[in-house]
């Protein structure tokens, strides 16, 4: 028979003539489960009696006790009488002695166990309090405000509810910001609500906070947003103008999106690099190190990143690493206003850049299965899709502001003789390089999409005729470069295509001609020839 100490694995019983249970195969299960070797207790009750001790640790203390006792301006000692049954302790006295093992300003002195009533002492330098047995039989939020108020003085007290009062404004207002956030639909304006719920005066209040973005090639954050003020003097005139605003998170945010702030910290900050370096004191590597922010203390720091921005005395370092892939580096001080930066603080900014660091990557995630949607694997072109509705747009803007539109239609030369003479792995290679080539070689306004195989389209807004056959060439001369030959088709709206629904079709009928042409060529929709080489551009377009 199994005690009630372990767990039994029902197995049947082996009927006449079955083989003995050494022969049956053996499936690796225990026949008994060996129960698990209970956790240590903590030093604070590891004296009492094991069943008083357990009794004690299964005490669960409602969170706004723990709260309250974790503000009170110094820890309160405890000295308690218990009962030898457990089952006699109060649910109060266990609560309260629970608070002493997790050392939630309750340090426990004195614990016996007796035949008699529980009885709990709490003791402050200014005096003590005993509780009886029957007051212990109460809810422990009734017992601890009466307690506490006969050990504190009023002014105590009232820094207590002050820095709950604190506490309260700055969740709410962080909360605020993470709706904000949440709402956004564009990670540039989700980092600028990290930068404003650091800074605001409503939230966590530093005077100054940049962002830093990881270069995973470099190893290094390179420096991309900052909010506050460069020198004493600004931080005085911007102080005084939001108070005299009055402005909302919404209000302040549209400022810094609209870039309506004072931006001499920004122009420091971006592109300025903080790399870690083997110093066993370097703050980039000691931030790296640690998960939550790291509180510096120095007058001069390690990093020159840090000291080209001024960073002295108290500062804050934060990696952002949400689920342990860095994504940036956040610095925050109070370099004017000199304000001790305190642990409440601290533990805010902890849970506010970790939302923001969860936001950051689902962001990130959005933006790469929208890439994986509209751009073509091999060649990180747009796909057909969504090159044929990204025509399809600038058609109608086109139309609509009576702008000129031009298309270019390309495909590599023989390239089914690459693929079976090379292998498809060679035309794979092939088509890569030319998306590169076409990436580089269009303008910044242009959109390049692989149509299938080997055929490429460039959309070009607001281009005649004229940059249409500028930009073929350049696009056939960085091909050739690479060894790549390839034939294009130019159409251009409104001239020579007067529909504008017609330019993909006569782009066609162009490249088609180039093809006759021998290939290697441009043609365009007009006639002209676009020839790839060295030629001047007066020689490379002829009429035929």
């Not at 900052?226 to 020198?231: F, H, K, L, R």
């Not at 108290?314 to 956040?330: A, M, S, T, W, Y």
Request: glycine content about 8%; proline content about 5%; aromatic content about 4%.
């Amino acid at each position: 028979m199994v005690g009630s100490a372990t767990r039994a694995i029902a197995c049947p019983a082996r009927s006449e003539g079955a083989p003995a249970a050494s022969s049956r195969p053996d499936f690796g299960y225990p026949s008994l489960i060996e129960p698990l070797a209970p956790p240590p207790l903590p030093a604070a009750v590891a004296d009492a009696p094991e069943p008083v001790a357990r009794a004690i640790l299964v005490a669960s203390v409602p969170l706004e006790v723990r709260a309250l006792f974790r503000k009170l301006p110094r820890a309160l000692r405890l000295d308690a009488e218990l009962p030898a049954d457990p089952a006699a302790i109060p649910l109060a006295a266990r609560q309260l002695l629970k608070l002493a093992t997790l050392q939630e300003r309750v340090v426990l002195g004195a614990l016996a166990v007796h035949d008699g009533p529980a009885a709990i002492v709490l003791s402050s330098p200014t005096g003590s309090v005993r509780l009886e047995a029957e007051q212990l039989g109460g809810a422990i939020e009734a017992i601890v405000p009466a307690a506490l108020l006969a050990l504190h003085d009023a002014a105590a007290l009232l820094d207590v509810a002050q820095r709950f009062a604190s506490e309260a404004a700055r969740l709410s207002a962080l909360h605020a910001l993470t709706r904000l956030m949440l709402r956004g639909a564009d990670l540039d304006r989700a980092l600028y609500v990290l930068l404003t719920g650091v800074t605001s005066g409503h939230a966590l209040g530093f005077n100054r906070a940049a962002l830093f973005l990881r270069d995973e090639a470099g190893a290094r954050y390179v420096g991309d947003k900052a909010i506050g003020p460069y020198d004493a003097a600004e931080a005085h005139r911007i102080w005084e103008a939001l108070e005299v605003a009055e402005k909302s998170f919404e209000q302040l945010l549209d400022d810094y999106t609209r870039a309506d702030v004072d931006t001499h910290l920004q122009r420091a900050v971006e592109g300025l690099e903080l790399v870690a370096s083997d110093a066993g004191d370097d703050e980039i590597a000691i931030a790296e190190r640690v998960t939550g922010p790291v509180l510096f203390r120095r007058e001069r720091p390690t990093c020159v990143g840090l000291r080209a921005l001024g960073v002295s005395g108290e500062f804050v370092l934060q990696v952002i690493k949400p689920h342990g892939r860095v994504l940036g580096l956040l610095l925050c001080d109070d370099r004017f206003s000199g304000a001790s930066i305190e642990q409440d603080r601290l533990a805010a900014l902890a849970t506010f850049v970790e939302q923001i660091g969860l936001v950051w990557q689902n962001f990130s995630l959005l933006d790469r299965v929208e890439k994986l949607a509209r751009f073509d694997g091999l060649t990180s072109v747009l796909n057909r899709r969504a090159i044929e509705a990204n025509l399809a747009e600038a058609q109608a803007r086109a139309i609509g502001a009576e702008r000129p539109l031009s298309l270019l239609l390309l495909d590599v030369d023989h390239f089914k003789s690459i693929n079976d003479e090379r292998g498809h792995a060679a035309g794979d290679e092939v088509l890569r390089q030319l998306g590169g080539v076409l990436r580089s070689s269009v303008r910044g306004a242009d959109h390049v999409g692989r149509f299938g195989g080997d055929e490429f389209v460039v959309v070009l807004p607001d281009a005649r005729e004229e940059v249409a056959a500028a930009v073929a060439r350049r696009i056939g001369d960085a091909a050739a470069a690479a060894g790549i030959s390839v034939s294009l088709g130019v159409a251009s709206w409104p001239a020579p295509v007067a529909e504008v629904d017609t330019l993909l079709a006569a782009a066609d009928a162009a490249l088609y001609r180039a093809k006759r042409d021998g290939r290697s060529c441009g043609r365009l929709a007009s006639g002209a020839q676009v020839e790839f080489g060295q030629r001047s551009e007066s020689q490379s377009m002829t009429k035929r």
